[in-house]
């Protein structure tokens, strides 16, 4: 059975930091490059970060440049998200998804459930 299991998220304030995790199962992690995707409150899904499968090249939203770090280890089946930074807008359910391609238009095979992220005083 395939899983994504999403964690780390939470309540922080504007200016603070989390880091989200998303443990894989069930496929060939390695294979895949990885996604995090978010949707903020009455909005659409908003990709945010990509990285290949060997971890090697990264990609980024323009509204999380220089504030987003996505990671990967392949070893722990474990691709990561490092937010500083955050802002209000950043509040959304985050996702991590797995595509086989590495390449925009991403089509994911596989979905987490999602984590909330809030930013908020």
């Known amino acids: 059975e395939v899983q994504l299991v999403e964690s780390g998220g939470g309540l922080v304030q504007p200016g603070g930091s989390l880091r989200l995790s998303c443990a894989a199962s069930?496929?060939?992690?390695?294979?895949?490059?990885m996604s995090w995707v978010r949707q903020a409150p009455g909005k659409g899904l908003e990709w945010v970060s990509a990285?290949?499968?060997?971890?090697?090249?990264?990609s980024y939203a323009d509204s999380v440049k220089g504030r987003f770090t996505i990671s990967r280890d392949n070893a722990k089946n474990t691709v990561y998200l490092q937010m500083n930074s955050l802002k209000p807008e950043d509040t959304a359910v985050y996702y991590c998804a797995a595509d086989p391609v590495g390449s925009p238009p991403y089509e994911f095979d596989y979905w987490g459930q999602g984590t909330q992220v809030t930013v908020s005083s």
């Open positions: 069930g496929f060939t992690f390695s294979s895949y490059a």
């Open positions: 990285i290949d499968s060997g971890g090697g090249s990264t």
